[in-house]
């Protein structure tokens, strides 16, 4: 059974950072794109960034050059690094395995996610 743990999540100030992590485990993690997306109140869940089993990476537009993705196979771990992190960011933030880059209904595995806040 495949299941996503993520962790790291929290409260911080603007301009703050936090590294988030999700934990696999029940697949061949090394095969599969990895991603993560975001739910903010009130809003529809969104793409934040994506990585490929060979480490291609690509991010939605508000957060290039802020957020970096990366990925160890050997640990089976996905990492989401958030910089310069804005109110706007505030949202509950999800690990997502077996989809393809952003595109949501292409990933059949979920993590039950981490809340991020950041105050102004």
């Known amino acids: 059974q495949v299941q996503l743990v993520e962790s790291g999540g929290g409260s911080v100030q603007s301009g703050g950072s936090l590294r988030l992590s999700c934990a696999a485990s029940g697949y061949t993690y090394s095969t599969m794109w990895m991603a993560w997306f975001r739910q903010a109140p009130g809003k529809e869940r969104e793409g934040v960034a994506a990585i490929s089993p060979g480490g291609t990476t690509t991010y939605t537009d508000s957060v290039k050059g802020r957020f970096s993705i990366s990925r160890d196979n050997a640990k089976k771990a996905l990492y989401l690094q958030m910089n310069s992190l804005e109110p706007e960011d505030t949202a509950m933030y999800y690990c997502?395995?077996?989809?393809?880059?952003?595109?949501?209904?292409?990933?059949?595995?979920w993590g039950q996610g981490t809340q991020v806040t950041v105050s102004s």
């Open positions: 997502a395995a077996g989809g393809v880059l952003l595109r949501q209904t292409t990933y059949n595995y």
